[in-house]
């Protein structure tokens, strides 16, 4: 078996893994599916190991590469951190906030305002799932979102560090028999249906702590829908379709409708900053500490009484 192996077959075998799909992966990375066959089965030669079982429908990974997986993400981080090491000064820090509103925006424009000669370039993904796997490839640095809900394959690749838990909240139209109320009772929601992102992949870990908001309600999650990307469009769907949305106290004004926090009990949304492990850059200790900052002056980490929020989100939470 060869001592030293190339980081491009690491990346190679990562992204496969991550994506399990080859033409996903070789979009991923930016390179012809055909080249990235040829780099996997060059990676399996030198370990001595098939890592991928192929078929015309599905790719596998092997329980070999299971197991090299995590050891293959240490490696590509440390070769990252060495490779901002030796750099000249510090790159942009590429900051995926979701939105340019809520949690993640706010920290941003912290740290920008503190941490004065230093460049963030934010990104607009639409949930950390999404995200995930561009931190993992370093095509990102940070993103915003509820760890609780990734694949523990992903997860185990990234730290993070509370920052907020976010107050739930409704969006309806504006003639909406709830629309009157300044705080919508959960309860009066029963017999609702909800857009909750079903159908966007990137947003897997909000629908999810949508359905299990509204196990044993009676509120119907809307039919899954492709991806709606821009707040023009997103108004212009979930206008047309007459949609209620769940949705954050910060969020996009819509026209034609009114956003109302959710009571009885208060549902909360937990939000991490999420980076990949072994990310050294002084922009991430600028948002570490305006994401502190923020959290104290606000109390974003307090519960209220009478709260809602799933235990796994809760013990991932409180175990930073």
């Known amino acids: 078996m060869t001592q030293d192996i190339d980081p491009r077959l690491l990346r190679a075998f990562t992204a496969v893994a991550e994506e399990l799909h080859f033409t996903r992966a070789a979009a991923r990375l930016f390179v012809a599916q055909q080249a990235l066959s040829r780099d996997i089965r060059r990676l399996e030669r030198e370990l001595g190991a098939e890592l991928f079982l192929r078929t015309t429908r599905a790719v596998r990974p092997t329980a070999e590469a299971e197991r090299l997986l995590p050891?293959?993400?240490?490696?590509?981080a440390a070769h990252d951190e060495l490779r901002a090491a030796c750099s000249a000064e510090a790159r942009p820090l590429l900051v995926d906030i979701g939105a340019p509103v809520g949690t993640g925006h706010r920290v941003l424009e912290r740290a920008r305002a503190r941490a004065v000669g230093q460049e963030f370039v934010a990104r607009h993904l639409s949930g950390l799932t999404g995200a995930a796997a561009?931190?993992?490839?370093?095509?990102?640095?940070v993103s915003f979102g509820r760890v609780a809900g990734l694949d523990p394959a992903l997860l185990?690749?990234?730290?993070?560090?509370p920052v907020r838990f976010e107050r739930m909240a409704v969006l309806l139209p504006e003639d909406h028999r709830l629309?009157?109320?300044e705080e919508v009772p959960l309860a009066a929601l029963e017999g609702e249906t909800l857009y909750?992102?079903?159908g966007n992949p990137a947003t897997a870990e909000w629908t999810d702590l949508a359905v299990r908001l509204f196990a044993g309600r009676g509120v119907e999650l809307a039919a899954p829908f492709p991806e709606i990307s821009g707040k023009e469009e997103f108004s212009r769907v979930v206008r047309g379709r007459g949609w209620s949305v769940l949705a954050s106290t910060d969020f996009l004004a819509i026209p034609g409708m009114v956003l109302r926090p959710l009571t009885a009990p208060v549902p909360l949304s937990p939000v991490s900053l999420v980076w990949r492990k072994g990310l050294r850059h002084p922009g991430l200790e600028a948002l570490k500490e305006a994401a502190r900052g923020l959290g104290e002056a606000g109390?974003?980490?307090e519960i209220p009484v009478e709260s809602w929020i799933p235990d796994a989100d809760l013990s991932l939470m409180s175990s930073y």
């Open 134 to 141: 561009e931190l993992l490839a370093g095509r990102i640095d």
């Open 71 to 76: 050891y293959a993400r240490r490696v590509l």
């Open 179 to 181: 629309a009157r109320l």
């Open 156 to 161: 185990a690749g990234l730290a993070q560090q």
């Open 196 to 198: 909750a992102g079903a």
């Open 299 to 301: 109390n974003w980490l």
